[in-house]
């Protein structure tokens, strides 16, 4: 996450380790700041816009990567899926889960067979990760 919090060069401090080659790390500031002359870009609107994308995080996302927060028009790609017949819902991106609730990702299922409880875990196929091992 890049989080502004005054000059450039700090805001490139927390991301110090993600390019390795120092003369590259220079070129990339350099280059960001010329952008950012060009566009007319300031750093208290680049804040700004840090700050409202953390106060309204998305709430829908396809595969492609769009996001859409829920905020002005439908986007055009959610529209498109809606009129195909798919459930809005679909793209919609699961909250963060508190720790002593179940998940929608990895709902717990508690059952009795005799006298042992069986756990068992239904995994929304959606959201696999397909590095990862599962239970069977």
Request: hydrophobic share 40%; no cysteine.
């Amino acid at each position: 996450m890049l989080i502004v919090v005054g000059p450039i060069e700090k805001t490139f401090e927390i991301m110090k380790g993600k390019i390795a080659d120092g003369e590259a790390r220079e070129r990339l500031i350099i280059w960001i700041r010329r952008r950012m002359i060009e566009f007319g870009i300031t750093f208290d609107a680049l804040q700004a816009s840090i700050q409202h994308d953390l106060d309204h995080p998305p709430l829908y996302r396809d595969a492609r990567g769009n996001e859409w927060n829920g905020l002005g028009d439908t986007p055009e790609w959610l529209a498109a899926a809606k009129h195909a017949g798919v459930d809005p819902d679909f793209f919609r991106i699961e909250s963060k889960p508190t720790p002593s609730a179940p998940t929608a990702l990895h709902r717990q299922d508690s059952r009795a067979v005799g006298d042992a409880q069986v756990q068992s875990t239904a995994i929304d196929s959606r959201q696999l990760d397909l590095f990862k091992r599962y239970p069977d």
